[in-house]
């Protein structure tokens, strides 16, 4: 007799942007429990990803600093060509005033510091995570009636 086997739920994607295999590497092994993670190493990357898998993208980690494409011109783009419609937390050690007002600008949901502090990026990148879903939720709901 052959054992069924159970159904893979498939995992939401978080998208990990950093030039940085090192810092990619701290990111996914803070998520990959959770998350189906797709790395990029720099901005033409991501947007290629996004693209591709908006629909099931949870979240992005986005660095600021990045050679070719940073982390702003990233941003440009996805509000642009409507692709704001996932999550962006900026992932940064250049946190300055400049930088935070360039990502309110563009709707970023939260800035992290690096290094990174495993407990606070988990909370803080969950955290975001559920308020899209349920605000996305919503107006699902209230386009329905």
């Given at each position: 007799m052959k054992r069924r086997e159970k159904p893979q739920i498939q995992k939401p994607i978080m998208l990990?942007?950093?030039d940085k295999a090192v810092n990619r590497y701290v990111l996914k092994n803070i998520f990959e429990e959770d998350y189906e993670i797709v790395e990029c190493q720099d901005g033409r990357d991501a947007i290629e990803a996004l693209e591709d898998k908006r629909e099931e993208t949870a979240a992005v980690l986005l660095d600021i600093?990045?050679?070719?494409?940073?982390?702003f011109a990233v941003l440009k783009y996805m509000k642009e060509t409507a692709l704001q419609t996932v999550p962006v937390i900026l992932v940064s050690s250049n946190v300055n005033d400049?930088?935070?007002h360039r990502a309110c600008a563009y709707d970023v949901a939260d800035y992290i510091q690096k290094?990174?502090?495993?407990?606070?990026?988990?909370?803080?990148?969950?955290?975001?995570?559920?308020?899209?879903?349920?605000?996305k939720g919503n107006e699902e709901y209230g386009q329905a009636e």
């Amino acid at each position: 007799m052959k054992r069924r086997e159970k159904p893979q739920i498939q995992k939401p994607i978080m998208l990990i942007v950093d030039d940085k295999a090192v810092n990619r590497y701290v990111l996914k092994n803070i998520f990959e429990e959770d998350y189906e993670i797709v790395e990029c190493q720099d901005g033409r990357d991501a947007i290629e990803a996004l693209e591709d898998k908006r629909e099931e993208t949870a979240a992005v980690l986005l660095d600021i600093v990045m050679p070719e494409w940073d982390g702003f011109a990233v941003l440009k783009y996805m509000k642009e060509t409507a692709l704001q419609t996932v999550p962006v937390i900026l992932v940064s050690s250049n946190v300055n005033d400049k930088n935070i007002h360039r990502a309110c600008a563009y709707d970023v949901a939260d800035y992290i510091q690096k290094p990174f502090q495993e407990n606070v990026v988990r909370q803080r990148v969950q955290r975001i995570i559920d308020l899209y879903q349920l605000k996305k939720g919503n107006e699902e709901y209230g386009q329905a009636e």
